[in-house]
C-alpha cells in the first residue's frame, strides 16, 4: 500500500495492518475487505500522528450499539469516534501510534463480533437479493458492500432512471425563462448604474490601474457574475427547450441579456440626467454611448458578461446525481 507523507513507522504500521487483514488497495489512502462478514473500508485520516477510520457495513434498522461503545471506552475519549448513520458504522482512531498490531486486529474482532451478535448485524449473501454464491465484498462509491454482479447493474440502472428523472426538463422551468431573462438585464442595469453613482459620489475621475484595483474589480465582477449567472444557468439546466444544445443556448441567453441590460443601463443614465426614462430612445443611443467607452470599460463589460456566462455553464452543467443503492 503506497502511503504519501507518512513516517516509516506509520507506513510499515499500515502496510502490516492491511496484509493482515487481506485488504484490497483502492488508494493511497483506502483499503477495504471482509471483517467477519462485515464488508469494511479502511481509510487513512492523517499522517502524524498516524489516524484511521473504519466503515463497517451494518444493518440500516439496527440500534444496538452500546457493546461497541464499551470497547471503545478503553481508548482516551479525544483518540476515538463512533456512529452509525445510513447503515454504516463509523469508527475513528485518531492516534494509532501507541497500539501495536495486536492490539488493533483485536479491537476490530471484538467490535465485529459485537456487531454480529447485535440487531446491526447483516443477513449472509448479496445485500439486495440474498444471493449465497455469486455475492462479493466490493468497494462503490466510497462505501464497502456485498453484492452479486446482477444486482449491481440493477443498482446503477436504477440510480440512471433516478437521475435522469432528477434531471428532466419541465414546463415550469420554460415559464421561468422570461423571468430569468429579465433578472439578467435588470441585474445588468442596476449594477453599472449604481457603480456610475458610487464613482460620482467619491469624485473618481481615473481608476490607477494596480494590484489592488484588479483584485478588487476582479473579485467584484466575479462576484455579480455568480448572482446573475448560476440560477439563470439552473433554470437553462432544466428546462426542456434547451435540450442537448445547453452551452451555446447558455452562450446566447446570457449575450441577448447583456445587450438588453446595456440598453436599459442608458435608460437609466438618461433618466438620471434628463428625469425621462424612454427605452426606445435609449436603444437608439446605446451604440454611441458603446462607442465612448474607454478601453478599460469595455474590457470591464467584456469581463462581467464573460463571468455571467461561466457561472451560467457552470450551472447548467451541473446534473443532480444521487449514490448507488449499495
Known amino acids: ?5 507518512m513516517s516509516n513507522g506509520g507506513h510499515d504500521k ?16 483506502t483499503a477495504f475487505g471482509d471483517l467477519h462478514g462485515i464488508p469494511t473500508a479502511m481509510t487513512i485520516l492523517s499522517a502524524d500522528p498516524p489516524g484511521l477510520m ?20 478503553s481508548l482516551p475519549q479525544c483518540n476515538r469516534s463512533f456512529s452509525v448513520e445510513d447503515g454504516r458504522a463509523w469508527i475513528s482512531l485518531y492516534d494509532v501510534s501507541d497500539l501495536d498490531i495486536a492490539s488493533i486486529l483485536l479491537l476490530l474482532d471484538r467490535i465485529a463480533n459485537a456487531l454480529l451478535a447485535s440487531d446491526l448485524a447483516l443477513e449472509p ?34 440510480r440512471h432512471e433516478v437521475e435522469s428523472q432528477l434531471n428532466r426538463g419541465s414546463l415550469r422551468a420554460i415559464l421561468g425563462l422570461p423571468g430569468a ?5 435588470a441585474g445588468w442595469a442596476i449594477f453599472w448604474t449604481l457603480l456610475d453613482m458610487a464613482l460620482e459620489y467619491w469624485r473618481v475621475e481615473v481608476i490607477e490601474i494596480n494590484q489592488f484595483t484588479v483584485i478588487l474589480i476582479c473579485g467584484l465582477l466575479a462576484g455579480v457574475g455568480y448572482v446573475l449567472g448560476w440560477p439563470v444557468g439552473a433554470t437553462l439546466r432544466q428546462s426542456i427547450a434547451t435540450g442537448k444544445a445547453l452551452h451555446a443556448t447558455s452562450v446566447f441567453f446570457i449575450l441577448v441579456a447583456a445587450m438588453s441590460g446595456e440598453i436599459l443601463y442608458v435608460g437609466l ?7 425621462v426614462f424612454d427605452l426606445r430612445a435609449a436603444a437608439g443611443f446605446v451604440g454611441q454611448v458603446v462607442s465612448n467607452y474607454s478601453g478599460f470599460w469595455i474590457v470591464c463589460k467584456l469581463a462581467l458578461s464573460g463571468a455571467v456566462g461561466f457561472f451560467c455553464i457552470l450551472s447548467a452543467s451541473k446534473r443532480k446525481t444521487v449514490k448507488l443503492d449499495v
Request: glycine content about 6%; some cysteine; proline content about 2%.
Open 125 to 158: 449473501g448479496c445485500l439486495r437479493c440474498g444471493n449465497l454464491i455469486d455475492a462479493q465484498v466490493m468497494y462503490v462509491e466510497g462505501r464497502a458492500t456485498r453484492l452479486c454482479p446482477n444486482c449491481l447493474a440493477d443498482a446503477d440502472k436504477e
Open 181 to 185: 431573462y429579465l433578472f439578467v438585464t
Open 54 to 73: 473504519f466503515q463497517l457495513k451494518v444493518d440500516p434498522s439496527g440500534t444496538e450499539t452500546q457493546t461497541v461503545l464499551n470497547l471503545l471506552e
Open 269 to 275: 443614465s438618461l433618466l438620471r440626467m434628463a428625469g
Open 14 to 29: 499500515i502496510e502490516l495492518l492491511v496484509n493482515e487483514l487481506a485488504f484490497i488497495v483502492v488508494d493511497d489512502d
Open 1 to 5: 500500500m503506497e502511503l504519501h507523507d
